[in-house]
């Protein structure tokens, strides 16, 4: 009975489908009209446009508005519908022929332009991928790249660019990322000596994502370093780029340099990528941590990321007490997420910063210790203890970490007095790297602002020269006339 009264409340297919298709499927016409303009009159902006609008659109695409589209585009009997059509899926019956009923009345393409013909390929492949049909996301994809090396066009930029992105996601979604790393490398080239920037970024983000996929920062470091420079297009490339670029200097032990990219990165992301500035904030928490920083407590209770921050806030906590047993707890029990999230070898460096925070903590509270009571409050695991603890204390005192010396005959710690911090240079080196972060700020921000064309500077010099010459024709008429006056 329930199914009976279910199937009698649901609307039926051909109502549903003639009122989705039309509304889509215009939707998709005028992003069409904006391509062919862009096409025309050389304007990338108008097809970038195209591409922000068509993302909105992802949503309500099904399988008869893409193919009343491609019949609206390419034409029907064309040899590029056959060649895209092919990856549509053929299992909605009914809806194709409503369809075609639909679209039989469409006005063929006189002309085809490689624009319409790239955006119908990336128009098919996010379909394909929304749906999670992997396989035939990588055979539209790579024939799309085989398509896009023959054409050299300036206005296909932002458009390659995009399909660039989907391929490389449709082969890292199958697990086969590494077979298309030589042939990112071709169309790296490609782009560079075609001076095809937008493709460029692309390109080296996708490479340096497919080089730490597979655990290769040596390489990933080599191809970044030797790629050409070049200022940013795109604000979420530019993202990915900094955010990469943290990740390989934290391996390689450069942890000032990584904490300044990975928190510039998290800044510069937009609000809706969320996963995102979650990834560069776990980074960040633990590059600060190796760092002998403690984050702020706002940092885990931004919004929408407490629970995903949740395991490194216990690990800050267990840092910050200096309590090695907590840190080893905290360790096992999301040892999963770590693993997920590829920190676990990170964490696994934060031991020797939570011994040394213990340390300051019994330096700070005891003017003279006992090494075995040292080795008892860091609960030092070791066959020996007490060699163990006399090693760290002299290491600790050797970088500065504690002001304290050890008394080799009587086996202890003696701490010195703590003078006052403010008649040290700590305050003027804090506020010098708070100076320095601001003007850094203001600087990118300077370099971010959008300045009209050279060209409206013209028009704006050659009006004010032209008031100017009106004001001086109008004075000396003014003149002749006062002349012409005096004479009668």
Not at 220 to 227: D, G, I, N, V
Not at 239 to 263: H, M, N, P, V
Not at 306 to 329: C, H, M, Q, W
């Amino acid at each position: 009975m329930t199914q009976d009264v279910e199937m009698k409340d649901r609307p039926t297919p051909s109502n549903s489908v003639s009122s989705a298709v039309p509304s889509t499927l215009q939707h998709l016409k005028d992003i069409a009209l904006l391509i062919e303009t862009g096409s025309y009159s050389k304007e990338v902006r108008r097809i970038a446009r195209a591409v922000r609008f068509t993302v909105a659109l992802r949503k309500k695409l099904t399988t008869p508005v893409i193919a009343s589209f491609l019949d609206h585009a390419l034409g029907q009997g064309s040899e590029v519908y056959s060649r895209i059509s092919v990856y549509l899926p053929k299992d909605d019956e009914h809806d194709m022929e409503v369809d075609t009923a639909t679209s039989a009345n469409l006005a063929p393409v006189k002309h085809l332009l490689p624009e319409l013909e790239i955006y119908c390929y990336l128009l098919v492949l996010l379909f394909l991928i929304d749906q999670k049909r992997y396989n035939e996301a990588k055979a539209c994809s790579s024939a799309s790249i085989a398509r896009l090396k023959i054409l050299n066009r300036r206005t296909i930029d932002v458009l390659a660019s995009r399909l660039y992105f989907y391929y490389s996601y449709s082969y890292e979604l199958t697990g086969d990322l590494a077979e298309i790393r030589g042939n990112l490398l071709s169309l790296l080239r490609t782009a560079t000596l075609r001076h095809d920037e937008i493709s460029q970024e692309t390109l080296l983000n996708l490479l340096l994502r497919n080089y730490l996929h597979y655990n290769l920062y040596d390489q990933a470091e080599k191809l970044r370093s030797k790629a050409p420079r070049f200022e940013a297009h795109s604000n979420q490339q530019f993202c990915r780029y900094l955010f990469y670029l943290g990740k390989i200097r934290t391996i390689q032990l450069e942890y000032t340099d990584a904490k300044e990219s990975l928190l510039q990165a998290a800044r510069k992301a937009p609000v809706a990528a969320r996963g995102f500035r979650i990834q560069c904030n776990k980074w960040a928490v633990i590059v600060r941590l190796l760092l002998g920083e403690i984050p702020e407590r706002t940092i885990f209770m931004q919004k929408g990321m407490e629970n995903a921050l949740r395991p490194y806030f216990e690990l800050t906590n267990a840092v910050r007490i200096g309590d090695l047993e907590l840190f080893k707890s905290v360790a096992e029990k999301f040892a999963n997420t770590f693993n997920t999230d590829r920190t676990h070898n990170l964490i696994v460096r934060l031991r020797h910063n939570v011994i040394r925070t213990g340390l300051r903590n019994i330096s700070i509270s005891y003017s003279r210790i006992s090494l075995a009571d040292v080795a008892k409050k860091l609960r030092l695991d070791s066959p020996n203890p007490v060699a163990d603890a006399k090693s760290i204390v002299a290491k600790a005192i050797r970088d500065g970490a504690i002001d304290a010396t050890i008394d080799h005959e009587k086996g202890c710690m003696v701490s010195r007095e703590t003078g006052d911090i403010y008649s040290t240079n700590e305050p003027q080196i804090a506020f010098n790297s708070r100076i320095a972060f601001c003007l850094n700020m203001y600087n990118e921000a300077v370099r971010a602002l959008r300045f009209p064309p050279n060209n409206t500077h013209k028009e704006k010099e050659s009006a004010e020269k032209r008031r100017e010459r009106q004001q001086q024709e109008q004075e000396l008429a003014k003149h002749i006339a006062e002349e012409d006056d005096d004479d009668f």
